[in-house]
């Protein structure tokens, strides 16, 4: 049943960009919508037996938006599975995420993507794009068929965990996603520059006497994207940026007026290959943690708008896997859970970022990149919403995690800003406050 509730003195952003500040307000949520927002204390006058819910001491933000998580199903479901995936986001205060297609089989033809999207209407517990491959299997030389794709339910196209190789394959993808309006996330990987690399070309790599991979590996293929981009309609986006040069690149085409996005993820944000401890495969994700003057650079790009998005690129792998060690462990951290107390604590409260940037760049702007209304905490709205403790330190804790997985360099950090309840599509989904249970689907 959608929730019916008031919400009393939670706190909500209020104002115009950099000027928003946190008001207290309750808010009644009525049948899974947004009824009445009144200054706390006010006389709400709720349908008899509407529950009251104290929650002064919260913030009542807008449900966060991930446009880019690996929910391994079908074929992975050891790692992970749509009804795990998304118990994290909604822990993590995620209400909607699109999910890559480099699953087993992959995503590139309309049966198989119906068949998820089937899936994804019984198991999972909050909204869930998904975002169809490129080309056949993933494979870099075959497009799929893009409108087909699209009929059936794709959000946008991408061959994430591989970047496309031939440029010809690349501009055509390119043309013919521009023509049928689906964006294009582009995972920016020269294989002639990375093949065989664990780590960023650096002194982590050569201590370990591990294979390097360059920041030119990524910066390389963004270059060559941006002109092939350039004059088609494309929606042309670029997942997980991590290097000073690739940023750069897109805050000069952006400045000449080229339609190009980017994301960035919260481990390259706050980690440095520097800051890898020993052996441990947890660090080890694609692209790789680059130097400080990378990590400085993308939070300046966060500052002055050139990163539009944060995105977790969420990517479970087992406890075995990961225990191989730097050398034979896959790519991937897992960060669905995470990401909102560890970019409140490590960015706003420093004040490198506001909380309403902040806020931005998780929910409004990628929910616009995936042509989605914007979550807000407005009357009349289906209640997409967190409710968030700034105030507790806790540790990042195994036990805790609803992910099947637990591969995060971020495990036993303490952090403030832990979501506490989730209500999505105006049902709660996630919830620690024992007046407002959670309601399984």
């Known amino acids: 049943m959608p929730a019916t509730a008031v919400l009393r003195g939670a706190a909500i952003l209020r ?52 446009m880019h998580v690996h929910l391994r ?39 198989t993507l119906r068949e998820l999207r089937r899936r994804i209407a019984e198991d999972a517990v909050i909204g869930v794009g998904v975002i169809a491959a490129v080309t056949l299997g993933s494979a870099g030389e075959e497009l799929t068929d893009f409108a087909a794709l699209k009929a059936a339910g794709a959000v946008a196209l991408s061959d994430d965990g591989r970047g496309i190789q031939r440029a010809s394959v690349m501009r055509a993808a390119l043309r013919r996603a521009g023509e049928v309006g689906l964006p294009l996330f582009a995972h920016c990987e020269d294989e002639s520059l990375s093949h065989g690399g664990v ?16 920041s030119e590996s990524e910066s390389a293929h963004v270059a060559r994207d941006l002109v092939l981009a350039e004059r088609t309609a494309a929606r042309y986006h670029v997942c997980h940026l991590s290097s000073a040069q690739s940023l750069r690149l897109v805050r000069e085409a ?44 993308l939070i300046q790009g966060l500052i002055d708008g050139t990163v539009d998005a944060i995105a977790t690129d969420h990517a479970p792998h087992t406890p075995t896997e990961k225990a191989r060690g730097l050398q034979q462990a896959p790519f991937g951290v897992i960060g669905l859970e995470t990401a909102l107390p560890l970019l409140y604590t490590r960015l706003v409260e420093p004040g490198l970022l506001s909380l309403s940037r902040l806020l931005a760049l998780l929910s409004s702007a990628p929910a616009q990149l995936l042509r989605l209304p914007p979550p807000s905490i407005q009357v009349g709205v289906e209640a997409n919403l967190t409710l968030v ?16 997985s637990r591969n995060t360099p971020f495990m036993s950090q303490l952090v403030r800003g832990w979501p506490v309840c989730t209500v999505a599509a105006g049902r709660v989904v996630y919830s620690e406050l024992p007046t407002l249970p959670v309601e399984e689907i």
């Open 254 to 297: 952006k400045a000449r007026g080229q339609a190009v996005t980017c994301e960035v993820t919260p481990h390259h944000l706050l980690l440095r290959d520097a800051d890898i401890l020993g052996d441990d495969g947890n660090y080890k994700m694609n692209p790789p943690l680059r130097t400080e003057e990378d990590r400085q650079a």
């Open 15 to 66: 104002g115009k960009g950099e000027a928003q500040s946190l008001h207290p307000v309750d808010i009644t949520l009525d049948s899974g919508r947004i009824t009445a927002i009144a200054e706390a204390g006010a006389a709400l006058l709720p349908k008899a037996g509407t529950p009251i819910v104290d929650v002064s001491g919260l913030v009542c933000l807008p449900g966060l938006v991930d």
């Open 199 to 214: 780590l960023h070309e650096g002194a982590a790599a050569h201590d370990r006497c591990l294979i390097g991979i360059p």
């Open 389 to 404: 403790d700034l105030h507790t330190t806790r540790p990042i804790c195994d036990a805790e995690l609803r992910s099947k």
């Open 73 to 111: 199903e079908p074929g992975q479901t050891h790692k992970e599975t749509l009804r795990t995936g998304t118990q994290a986001a909604a822990r993590g205060g995620f209400t909607y995420v699109g999910c890559m297609p480099n699953t087993r089989p992959v995503l590139d033809c309309a049966d």
